[in-house]
């Protein structure tokens, strides 16, 4: 099917600036009405890793789509990354006119976390950039939060990473804070693997040092397979295993493929259920555009969009299921996580790199931004903190120039988990295999695996 939907029917100058999206306990709240807030959204990197464009910045692409997103009934987009070097205001006002809200994540291909060389990809060249794009973004009152990384830890033997990513969170918490911008959710997306899950989740929300937690949880989550059901999907074990969480949590990724002819998204009646609601905030659906993986709501050639079944079926689920009413059993005073024990390697979070101290008195340069081109995972800085891992018996450093050292961590990881890569797969350690391999399967999406071993902390 194919039709045009008139970008005047969601222009309106009368239409006021969105109210900020709050935290309040483990769920979201419209600042102005008080009322809590469910994530209803859909994933938006129109043209991928193949052809990497910020859709932000550039009207024509977002004055293309937002219709759709009407449409749809959408309240909320997660974009994977933006140049930060490009004018955003157009498209996020077209985006506050339409009341949709953006999700972001502050990582470029080669400007993130690399998850086999975690120390030296930490440094104040990759902060400088990560800030830049939070100065950019943080006065749009529809910014409702941002991803500190994406999936850093997508398997047992890479959760040694994971002291890195509470290291972002921190500094830009504290970014956020010295620049006396309002009070922005930072937060992880997690991919759903089976052996960690609780434990990371836990780990990015315990500690004293409140700018070191998470203010949200994303979860990337393939487990609902076409005509499914909240226990047979694992919905129910997942309530269960976040239950008592103290912050938000949504679905920053869900939609399994593995059907026959089109995804029917019979999760959303749950999704939206007081089933759900007590834990989880609703969720984004990968992913709005056709990009070669069978996950797109639609397909795009030029200006033209063309709805697909996926599209019409997300459409009608949407519309059909309301979000719970009254505060829906969300619950304002669980206390933050304890940290996990018995990891072997250290899980102290690593200091802000002194080079980039400086930004949190004096910000950094309005041209400071790079955008796609940035390239900071070989910068490393002389302070640059590697994580100390116990391997059986001896203390080793995880090594700047020898990757092998990402298998040795994860190693020790795994002893101490007691859990080895022959277990059970994550249900969504793969989009296109969902706990069917017999063994974690790292393989993604088809546009992101060129970034798999360079840009951990990006797509991945």
């Known amino acids: 099917m194919k039709f045009t939907l008139a970008l005047a029917s969601i222009v ?10 709050e935290v309040k306990g483990n769920a979201f709240f419209d600042s102005d009405s008080g009322d809590r807030f469910y994530i209803r959204g859909v994933d938006y990197q129109p043209g991928g890793s193949s052809n990497l464009t910020d859709p932000l910045a550039d009207k024509d692409i977002c004055s293309r789509d937002i219709p759709y997103f009407k449409d749809l009934g959408i309240n909320t987009v997660r974009v994977y990354s933006v140049d930060n070097t490009q004018d955003h205001d157009d498209c996020m006002k077209l985006l506050d006119d339409a009341g949709i809200y953006l999700i ?30 939070v100065d950019m973004f943080s006065n749009y009152t529809n910014t409702l939060g941002f991803f500190a990384a994406n999936e850093l830890i997508n398997d047992v033997d890479s959760l040694y990473t994971a002291p890195y990513a509470k290291a972002v969170v921190r500094d830009m918490k504290k970014y956020i804070k010295a620049r006396n911008y309002r009070s922005i959710p930072v937060g992880y997306s997690a991919a759903d693997v089976s052996q960690v899950r609780g434990e990371l989740a836990d780990y990015l929300n315990c500690g004293n040092d409140s700018d070191a937690r998470i203010d949200m949880l994303g979860v990337n989550d393939y487990s609902w397979c076409g005509q499914s059901s909240f226990t047979i999907s694992g ?106 024990t018995g990891w072997n390697f250290s899980i102290t979070v690593p200091d802000t790199p002194s080079k980039a101290e400086d930004y949190f008195k004096n910000g950094v340069a309005s041209d400071a931004g790079n955008g796609f081109d940035a390239d900071t995972q070989g910068s490393c800085d002389d302070d640059t903190y590697e994580v100390s891992t116990t391997v059986g018996g001896s203390s080793s450093n995880s090594s700047k120039t020898d990757d092998s050292s990402a298998t040795a961590s994860g190693s020790a990881a795994k002893t101490a988990l007691s859990s080895s890569a022959s277990g059970s797969a994550s249900s969504s350690a793969s ?30």
């Open 235 to 340: 919905y129910k074990e997942k309530v269960a295993l976040y239950d008592g969480f103290s912050v938000p949590i949504f679905l920053s990724e869900f939609g399994c493929n593995e059907v026959s002819g089109s995804r029917p998204f019979t999760e959303i009646g749950s999704i939206y259920s007081t089933q759900m609601s007590g834990v989880f905030s609703g969720g984004l659906v990968y992913e709005y555009s056709e990009e070669g993986s069978k996950y797109g709501l639609v397909k795009i050639d030029g200006d033209s969009v063309t709805t697909l079944t996926d599209y019409d079926n997300l459409k009608k689920e949407y519309s059909s299921t309301s979000d719970p009413t009254g505060d829906a059993g969300y619950t304002e005073n669980n206390d933050f996580s304890e940290c996990p």
């Open 104 to 133: 972001l994540d502050v990582n470029t291909p080669d400007a993130s976390i690399s998850r086999h060389d975690p120390g030296c990809s930490y440094n104040h060249n990759y902060l400088q950039q990560v800030f830049a794009t």
């Open 431 to 460: 989009k296109s295999s969902k706990g069917a391999a017999p063994e974690i399967d790292v393989v993604k999406y088809s546009w992101t695996t060129a970034f798999l071993v360079v840009a951990a902390g990006f797509f991945m």
């Open 12 to 21: 309106s100058s009368a239409i006021a600036t969105l109210p900020a999206i």
